[in-house]
């Protein structure tokens, strides 16, 4: 087999290995970035990217707000609703052990050796007396007759809209009076205040089977009174106003954006809302009571739903 043989001249090989390097590939300078460009490049933002951010978190907790003040509102009310909803099972349960007997329901903070014992003790007010703060009046057997059916729960007792405090009640560091609720003037026997105007016509249901006018799911029991009206356990409410003309005598409190919590006697509860200038009085208006009203929707309904007379 022959060989074939390419002879190329010296200069031309020469040549050609000189002019390897142009085979090689390119060497790319670095690129050159702006200062802001390579801040970009180490993940960082500018200036104008933190006011965008900042601005569009600023705009969400301007939206949320509102969401945030319902909601904690909303949840206030339920604990209201189940507060008073544990106080009429509580009140119900002690009928059922006592011979359909209501719990006593009296007057004053001082009982009279006739009744020694009602639903609930202590007072009240804006001073800053220990009657204020005892739960024992709440949870004790011998000052609260509905103690032993409350699991002795204070708390119950209590609305937690409610944390108005006088400024010398502030300085002892309270956070809220221990009591919110009182009960309807004409739901049980007890010692009743007999110096009311409409004192003659006043009549009070003493066992579960006298509410029949109106009936249990109709008569309320409980509820919520306003923090300047509140002093002892009793609320009055004359069922003789049922056109709205007449006195308050006491006043509901109007805690929930306007409305109040209300427990009945066939163990329902409710968040009512008032719908009169006149009932929503603003906390620390000094209310002294009785207030005359004529055509007042509130007391006609107040009235309306207090146990009469069968």
């Known amino acids: 087999m022959s060989t074939l043989h390419l002879l190329v001249p010296g200069n031309a090989l020469a040549g050609t290995l000189g002019a390897s390097h142009l085979l090689q590939p390119r060497q790319k ?18 200036l104008v990217e933190l006011v965008a951010v900042m601005a569009i978190l600023a705009l969400g907790v301007t939206m949320l707000a509102p969401a945030l003040a319902r909601a904690r509102t909303n949840g206030k009310a339920v604990q209201c609703l189940y507060n008073q909803r544990q106080l009429a099972a509580a009140w119900q349960m002690y009928a059922a052990d006592n011979n359909d007997r209501l719990a006593i329901n009296s007057d004053g903070f001082e009982l009279p ?12 007010d804006w001073s800053p007396s220990p009657l204020n703060t005892n739960t024992l009046y709440l949870t004790e057997d011998r000052s609260s007759l509905l103690a032993a059916y409350t699991a002795r729960s204070a708390e119950i007792f209590w609305c937690p809209t409610d944390t108005y405090l006088s400024p010398a009640q502030r300085l002892l560091g309270w956070t809220h009076r221990i009591r919110s609720v009182a009960m309807n003037a004409a ?14 016509s006043f009549w009070w249901a003493r066992k579960t089977g006298d509410l029949t006018a109106p009936g249990p799911s109709q ?31 006491e006043l509901p409190a109007s805690d929930h954006s ?19 200038r006149g009932t929503l ?16 929707a509130d007391l006609a309904w107040l009235a309306q739903h207090t146990p009469r007379r069968p």
Do not use: M
């Not at 739901?187 to 003659?200: A, H, P, Q, T």
């Open 29 to 46: 300078e670095p690129a050159r970035l702006e200062p802001g460009a390579a801040a970009a490049r180490r993940g960082g933002f500018t």
């Open 113 to 124: 050796s006739s009744y020694p014992v009602s639903w609930a003790g202590g007072f009240v």
């Open 187 to 200: 739901v049980s026997d007890g010692n009743k205040d007999l110096g009311i105007s409409w004192r003659s």
């Open 219 to 249: 008569s309320w029991v409980f509820l919520d009174e306003h923090p300047d009206s509140i002093d002892d356990t009793v609320f009055y409410a004359n069922p003789g106003f049922t056109n709205g003309t007449g006195q308050f005598t």
């Open 258 to 276: 306007g409305a109040c919590g209300i427990a009945f006697a066939d163990g329902h509860a409710e968040i009512h809302r008032w719908l009169e």
């Open 281 to 296: 009085l603003p906390v620390g208006s000094a209310f002294t009571g009785p207030i005359s009203v004529v055509n007042n």
